[in-house]
């Protein structure tokens, strides 16, 4: 059974939840910074998309860098609604955690089991 990625499980996790957000956009850009409602749709459902499918291609490493791009058009956003320059940083914040935090992970765990195969040989 093959080991699952820590990173890729944070990450996934964190485009999933991002996804909700980005989602809710939609609405408050129709409403409250008077986005013509087509334009609305294509950002904020577009992102939403965007961030599950990226989390479902996170087996590649090209997933990733999608990942930053979505970071940044999250707070990119903000000058339609203010508030995502503060939760795109936030979400930012947490995708930069998850992806450093399980990169360590993996490689602390690789070490780890190469340690146990070195002494398990002798």
């Given at each position: 059974m093959a080991e699952r990625s820590p990173k890729r499980g944070?990450?996934?996790a964190i485009l999933s939840l991002e996804a909700v957000v980005l989602?809710?956009?939609t609405p408050v850009m129709i409403n409250l910074a008077d986005v013509p409602w087509r334009t609305a749709l294509v950002?904020?459902?577009g992102l939403c998309v965007a961030c599950l499918l990226v989390a479902g291609?996170?087996?590649s490493?090209?997933?990733y860098v999608a990942g930053w791009v979505i970071q940044v058009a999250a707070i990119g956003l903000g000058f339609v609604v203010t508030m995502m320059f503060v939760l795109g940083s936030i979400f930012a914040l947490l995708w930069?955690?998850?992806y450093f935090l399980g990169r360590k992970i993996e490689r602390?765990?690789?070490e780890a089991y190469a340690a146990y195969d070195a002494?398990?040989?002798h």
């Open positions: 944070m990450c996934a989602g809710l956009t950002v904020g459902l291609m996170l087996r490493e090209a997933a930069g955690t998850a602390e765990r690789a002494e398990q040989a």
